[in-house]
C-alpha cells in the first residue's frame, strides 16, 4: 500500500515552492509562516472535518493537527476575533531598522534615526544590529538593507535610515491578494478532484506543456496564448453573465468560473 503522507508531503513541497517565493519576496520569515500555516490548519480542521456538518470540536482539531488543546483554543480566538498576532518582531532586518527609529541610543535630540558609522563607535550599525539581530551579522544585514534600499550610505560612510520596515520587494497589496485567490482556485478544484465522493463530478483542470520547446519560440507562444485564451476567457464570461441571476442570494447560488495560466520552466 503507497505511503499517501509521503507522496502528500512529496506534493506539498511542489505546491509550496511558488508560495514560499512570494512570501520571501514579501518579506515574511518562517516563523510569521509557520504561525500562518497554524493559523490555517485550525481554521480548516473546524470548518471542514466536523461530524454531520458540525463544526469541529477543540479535541478533535488537535488530534488532527498535533497541537495542544490550548494552542488550538488560542488559534480559534485569534480567528475568531480577526486579528492574526503579528510576529514581524521576530524578523531580524525589521528589528533593526525599528530599533533604529524608536531606541534612544540611536535617535537625534528631534527624535530622528540618526546616522551611523557602520563600526568602531557605541551608537554604530555594528552595535544596532548587536542589540537587535540575534545571531546574524551585521554584515549581511547590511549588505541586504541595501540592496532593497532601505538605508544607504552618504560621502562620509555614515548609514541613513530610509524605511522603518524591512520589504524585500516592494508588491502591491492588492496584486498580492489576487494571487492568493487565484492559488487558492486552483488548490480547492485538485483538493477537490482528490478526495471526491464517487457520485460527485470532478472539476475540471488540464494543462498542456512539452518540454523540447526552442527558447526563441516564446513571444510566438505568448502571442499565440494572449489570443487564444483571451478569446476563451470571454466566451466563458459571455456564459456566466447570461446565466447569472442577480436577485440570487448567498444560499441558493454558487461562484463558478475557469481560469488559465502560462506554464514555464525547465
Known amino acids: 500500500m503507497p505511503d499517501t ?15 514560499a517565493r512570494i512570501m520571501l519576496r514579501a518579506g515574511v520569515n518562517w516563523r510569521e509562516l509557520a504561525e500562518v500555516c497554524k493559523s490555517t490548519y485550525v481554521e480548516v480542521a473546524t470548518e471542514d472535518f466536523g461530524i454531520r456538518g458540525r463544526p469541529t470540536n477543540i479535541s478533535r482539531v488537535a488530534i488532527l493537527t498535533g497541537m495542544t488543546r490550548r494552542e488550538v483554543r488560542r488559534l480559534r480566538s485569534q480567528l475568531q476575533h480577526e486579528a492574526p498576532e503579528s510576529a514581524s518582531r521576530m524578523n531580524y532586518a525589521s528589528r533593526v531598522l525599528t530599533g533604529w527609529h524608536q531606541d534612544p541610543e540611536f535617535l537625534e535630540e528631534n527624535g530622528k534615526p540618526a546616522l551611523l558609522p557602520v563600526s568602531g563607535s557605541s551608537s554604530s550599525f555594528e552595535s544596532l544590529c548587536g542589540k537587535y539581530s540575534g545571531d546574524v551579522a551585521a554584515s549581511t544585514l547590511l549588505k541586504e538593507l541595501k540592496h532593497v534600499g532601505a538605508i544607504e550610505e552618504n560621502a ?23 494571487s492568493g485567490s487565484v492559488l487558492q482556485d486552483i488548490g480547492y478544484t485538485i483538493a477537490h478532484n482528490l478526495h471526491r465522493e464517487e457520485s460527485d463530478p470532478s472539476r475540471f483542470e488540464g494543462r498542456a506543456t512539452n518540454r523540447n520547446i526552442p527558447e526563441h519560440l516564446l513571444p510566438e507562444f505568448h502571442n499565440y496564448c ?18 447569472e441571476d442577480p436577485e440570487a442570494t448567498a444560499e441558493d447560488s454558487v461562484r463558478l468560473g475557469m481560469g488559465a495560466y502560462w506554464i514555464q520552466g525547465r
Open 156 to 178: 562620509n560612510g555614515e548609514l541613513i535610515a530610509k524605511t522603518r520596515y524591512y520589504m524585500p520587494v516592494l508588491l502591491d497589496p492588492e496584486q498580492m491578494l489576487r
Open 226 to 243: 494572449e489570443a487564444e485564451a483571451q478569446e476563451f476567457l470571454e466566451k466563458i464570461d459571455a456564459w456566466l453573465s447570461e446565466n
Open 5 to 19: 503522507k509521503l507522496f502528500a508531503t512529496r506534493a506539498l513541497r511542489m505546491l509550496f515552492r511558488p508560495i
